[in-house]
């Protein structure tokens, strides 16, 4: 039978590691606000900000989108993509491409994809460096990419959601992609690993034996 010193022993390590865990969860929450993950209300729900985009992007899976219609070249895209932490997409999917085709028919011009055929002529790839395969390739506009003076080494998406290979000094409108919330999610695995220790450590023989019950009634 229970004794009520064991029950207020039990209830004394229980508020212990409670707060331990809450102000576990109030650091990271902290250390969030530092690394900025752009989100509108601070707090410390995380399944709340698992999912955010800064305003005005648009979520698709695990990335935020946005298209901006100032006329820049490829390489000054990007360079206004990185600098709001993100890049110029990487369509992985004919469904992917059809939502950014969504921003291109809205705006009614090109938009700058991450593609280029740099290194090899002819061999487009993305500009993390994956190869652009089927069904993908399926995607250029009829008789693209055609490079016809040597120097359309740039890919864009259409209004049209076709893809053409164009000089890439040309000015075009961009769409950017950014990771949707990453430190985030890690601060969200990294809680729930906490979570499950600490439950463990309540649950654990040693602990219910009262081997360190003396400490927290002290
Ligand atoms: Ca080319
Ligand atoms: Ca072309």
Same mark, same amino acid.
């Given at each position: 039978? !229970?004794?009520?010193? /064991? =029950? ?8 212990? =590691? #409670?707060?331990?865990?809450? /102000?576990?969860?109030?650091? %990271? ?11 509108k ?10 999912? @955010? ?12 989108? #946005? #298209? *901006? ?5 490829? *390489? ?10 993100? &890049?110029l997409?990487? +369509?992985?999917? =004919? ?14 011009? !090109?938009?700058?994809?991450? %593609?280029? &055929? ?17 069904? $993908?390739? !399926?995607l ?12 359309? &080494? ?5 209004? &049209? ?8 000094? +040309?000015?075009?409108?961009? +769409?950017?992609? @950014? ?8 601060? $969200?695995?990294? @809680?729930?690993? #906490? ?7 309540m ?7 009262? %081997? +360190? ?6």
């Open positions: 039978m !229970t004794s009520m010193h /064991e =029950v207020h022993r039990s209830k004394s390590i229980e508020y212990c =590691v #409670i707060s331990l865990h809450n /102000e576990l969860i109030k650091s %990271l929450c902290c250390l969030k606000c530092l690394i900025s993950c752009h989100l209300t601070p707090s410390y729900f995380f399944p709340a900000f698992a999912q @955010r985009c800064p305003s005005g992007w648009t979520l698709y899976q695990d990335s935020c989108f #946005i #298209i *901006y219609t100032t006329w820049k070249n490829w *390489y000054d895209s990007r360079l206004a993509c990185q600098a709001e932490q993100g &890049d997409p990487i +369509v992985t999917s =004919v469904e992917m491409n059809t939502f950014l085709t969504s921003f291109t028919e809205q705006a009614g011009n !090109t938009a700058w994809l991450g %593609l280029n &055929d740099f290194e090899a002529e002819g061999t487009f790839q993305w500009n993390d460096g994956t190869p652009l395969t089927a069904p $993908l390739d !399926t250029w506009k009829d008789n693209n990419p055609n490079d016809p003076d040597g120097s359309e &080494d740039c890919g864009g998406l259409r209004a &049209d959601g076709t893809w053409v290979d164009l000089s890439c000094i +040309v000015n075009k409108y961009r +769409v950017c992609q @950014r990771p949707n919330g990453k430190f985030c999610k890690l601060f $969200l695995l990294l @809680r729930l690993t #906490i979570k499950k220790y600490l439950r463990e450590f649950d654990s023989d040693w602990l219910k034996n009262g %081997l +360190v019950g003396g400490v927290f009634n002290m």
